[in-house]
């Protein structure tokens, strides 16, 4: 594994209710290098996206910290903008009375990541590095595809400058082929960028294609981790053989990973 430039340590996450207290997170490490890609899996409700919210810095954990090359994030925020989100529903995260070139250009300007002189420029080179062609800066998200909304959620990302994104479910509101061009979007990002990925679902498809390492998450604790490979082949705890054997072929081969393609034998 490369040296670790993102570290979640004993990540914890009570919340506090008249009834009982919710324990959502409990303990959880995450290590990830930079330009390397990993998959947190688990069944709903198992603090997925609450792990999500924390390490992108919009909730404090209970417990724990979190540091990006070495920094608290909860202490610097300025370093909130470095880890960018890729929300569950693209078309939902994006504001509907704003067009293409507005959702790509507003965190520029919020964050001054282009001067007013180079903010066109740069609004070219970010749509076109997420494959967005220029005839659809102009129109709003209603009129868009899942896909295209998905490539407008990934370049509006980008526009803050991060050095890693989060995708929490990001491919669970899109068709296959849509899904298929948002892992193509995102892995060439990755590998042109240098961006490190957190992939975060239930499903282990895009992990199965996209990601070195997986941790499984259920009931807020770290079930399993290690290699992709490993985890799909021969997973050790009870719990993730049955997520496994419940959505892939049993046995599973992982040398069918590389010709993986959603929707395909």
């Excluded at 595809?145 to 526009?159: H, N, Y």
Aim: hydrophobic share 35%; with cysteine; aromatic share 4%.
């Amino acid at each position: 594994m490369t040296a670790p430039f993102l570290e979640a340590s004993g990540i914890s996450k009570r919340y506090i209710r008249p009834s009982g207290d919710i324990v959502a997170l409990d303990g959880i490490d995450i290590s990830l290098g930079r330009g390397e890609s990993i998959g947190i899996a688990g069944p709903s409700g198992a603090g997925k996206s609450t792990l999500a919210r924390i390490l992108c810095g919009m909730e404090s954990p209970t417990e724990g910290s979190i540091s990006l090359e070495g920094r608290d994030i909860q202490r610097d925020k300025s370093l909130r903008r470095r880890i960018q989100m890729i929300w569950q529903d693209p078309a939902a995260s994006l504001n509907p009375y704003m067009t293409v070139a507005q959702l790509i250009s507003e965190p520029m300007e919020v964050f001054n990541t282009a001067g007013r002189d180079r903010l066109k420029e740069r609004l070219d080179e970010l749509s076109g590095r997420v494959g967005i062609p220029k005839r659809l800066l102009s129109m709003k998200p209603h009129e868009l595809s899942g896909g295209q909304c998905a490539r407008t959620a990934a370049a509006r990302a980008l526009a803050a400058d991060p050095i890693a994104l989060v995708c929490d479910e990001s491919f669970s509101s899109l068709d296959i082929p849509s899904q298929a061009e948002l892992m193509e979007v995102l892995e060439g990002l990755r590998d042109s960028l240098n961006l490190s990925l957190v992939i975060i679902s239930h499903d282990l498809f895009p992990m199965m294609r996209m990601c070195s390492r997986i941790e499984v998450i259920r009931n807020g604790r770290i079930e399993e981790t290690g290699k992709t490979g490993e985890i799909l082949s021969a997973p050790q705890s009870p719990w993730t053989r049955q997520l496994v054997s419940s959505l892939l072929p049993w046995p599973f081969d992982p040398q069918r990973k590389a010709g993986y393609h959603p929707g395909g034998s």
